[in-house]
């Protein structure tokens, strides 16, 4: 009896104590730094929203940047604001991430990449019904296709960094990349698609100490959300809404952070966290504190996720049933 407590306080020490142990011994990779100072940092999409949010705070971190991108006059804009910003010059590059030869010879032109963030991204929100073919090959090649391109271009120098220290492969996802969301059918399976990618390209890459990271923003102000919301699904939009609004400014800020930590996950808030937990499958975790919550909440996380199903649910049948 008067051990009681004694028992039960060991219970409450003693065994997350061990799985923590335990779990100190077995994640992989192991975690990492990745820095990013002095060393080049090659942006796609970088000449709007969030690319160029990374690109200025990469820039200010004393990086040495290069941006990606179509229109060559939202380069120049960028590169001038930059240069405004921070006093730092960044080249330019472009190309579309459609045309296989033409991001090589930009990626060749660049040099030796060191930190490849792959953050190009197109986005129609549209009923599948609604949508037209053109649309979603649109955001599977830009998105799904432009990445392999990318990749596949700076593969061959970035395994060549020997002495460089560790690189890393960068791609923006999106909250849309982690739970399947009304008007985002394309646009969905283009982000699932890199987060399968992500996974079987850090097993290729570990042993040449190349580090894979994967954003999950939620909506964030920038020029692509303005377009976006213009002609946005009601229902895509109350639901996106679960996670709130984040600033370019911001997402770029925790991504960078994200990417020197090495982690394979990198959510941008709270909602963005419990995704990640609810989300983990078989996901590489470095972080053994991190491992140790997945492991803890993994149920709670699903009750959590079917509650937030149960509000979504419920706002499409309310609005099936205003429509009638
Ligand atoms: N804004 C949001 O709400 C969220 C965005 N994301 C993701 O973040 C990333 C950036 O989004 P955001 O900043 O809003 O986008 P923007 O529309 O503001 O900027 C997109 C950038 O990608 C470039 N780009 C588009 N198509 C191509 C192409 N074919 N080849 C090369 N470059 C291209 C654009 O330049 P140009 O047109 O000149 O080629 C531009 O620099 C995307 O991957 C998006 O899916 C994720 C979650 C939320
Ligand atoms: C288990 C707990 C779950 C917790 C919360 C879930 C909230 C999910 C909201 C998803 C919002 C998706 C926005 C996509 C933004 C985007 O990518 C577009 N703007 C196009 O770029």
Request: glycine share 8%.
């Amino acid at each position: 009896m008067v051990n009681a407590p004694l028992y039960l306080i060991s219970l409450i020490i003693i065994v997350p104590l061990s799985i923590a142990l335990l779990l100190y011994l077995i994640v992989r990779p192991r975690p990492t730094k990745v820095p990013i100072k002095n060393r080049h940092v090659f942006i796609t999409g970088g000449s709007s929203g969030i690319g160029l949010a990374l690109a200025q705070e990469a820039a200010s971190q004393g990086a040495q940047v290069s941006i990606l991108a179509r229109s060559l006059n939202k380069l120049e804009e960028a590169q001038k604001s930059i240069k405004l910003a921070t006093g730092i010059d960044v080249a330019i590059y472009s190309a579309d991430v459609r045309d296989f030869e033409a991001v090589k010879s930009a990626i060749d032109q660049a040099g030796p990449i060191d930190i490849l963030i792959c953050n190009q991204g197109v986005f129609v929100a549209h009923e599948l019904e609604n949508s037209s073919l053109e649309e979603l090959n649109f955001m599977i090649d830009i998105n799904l296709m432009g990445t392999f391109h990318l990749i596949k271009a700076a593969l061959p120098s970035m395994k060549n960094r020997a002495g460089r220290g560790p690189g890393s492969i960068s791609i923006m996802s999106s909250q849309a990349g982690q739970v399947g969301i009304y008007g985002y059918t394309a646009y969905s399976a283009s982000k699932f698609g890199l987060r399968g990618m992500a996974e079987a390209l850090q097993q290729e890459v570990i042993g040449y100490d190349i580090h894979v990271s994967l954003i999950f923003p939620p909506d964030t102000d920038t020029p692509g959300l303005v377009e976006e919301n213009k002609r946005r699904p009601e229902l895509t939009s109350i639901i996106a809404a679960s996670s709130g609004v984040m600033k370019a400014n911001d997402v770029a800020k925790l991504s960078l952070a994200g990417i020197k930590s090495g982690r394979f996950f990198v959510p941008c808030n709270l909602e963005g966290f419990a995704l990640c937990l609810a989300t983990a499958g078989m996901s590489p975790q470095r972080s053994v504190l991190m491992a140790l919550i997945e492991v803890t909440a993994a149920g709670i996380m699903r009750f959590v996720a079917l509650c937030y199903l149960w509000v979504w649910y419920s706002s499409i049948e309310k609005w099936h049933a205003r429509k009638k």
